[in-house]
């Protein structure tokens, strides 16, 4: 089993940064691909970004040229670097973390979410 626990949600006007970090802990043989997906209130949930051991990078379009996507491998840490928030940009973001076990099995991943609410 993997844990995945977020931080670093909260309040922040239009215009502003938050920086959303998530922590991955337990039983970790290889982890294949860390991200960031959100939803917010009556939509389903989205992609945001994604990040591979070897760095490469999937943005949405929404979010692309604000949003940055950074991992470090040795502690198993990824992290979400927003800037320019908008009022779209609230929902709930979720930490995803794709894992090879021992057995070869790849298991999904994710965390209980940490809210970001972008308003004036």
């Known amino acids: 089993q993997v844990q995945l626990v977020e931080s670093g949600g909260g309040l922040v006007q239009p215009g502003g940064s938050l920086r959303l970090s998530c922590a991955a802990s337990g039983s970790i043989f290889i982890i294949l691909r860390m991200g960031w997906y959100r939803q917010a209130p009556g939509k389903q949930r989205e992609l945001v970004a994604t990040?591979?051991?070897?760095?490469?990078?999937n943005t949405a379009d929404s979010v692309k040229g604000r949003f940055t996507i950074s991992r470090d491998n040795a502690k198993n840490t990824v992290d979400l670097q927003m800037n320019s928030l908008k009022p779209e940009d609230t929902a709930v973001y979720y930490c995803?973390?794709?894992?090879?076990?021992?057995?070869?099995?790849?298991?999904?991943?994710w965390g209980k979410g940490t809210l970001v609410t972008v308003s004036s």
């Open positions: 990040i591979t051991g070897t760095e490469t990078t």
């Open positions: 995803n973390a794709m894992v090879q076990e021992r057995t070869g099995s790849l298991m999904n991943y």
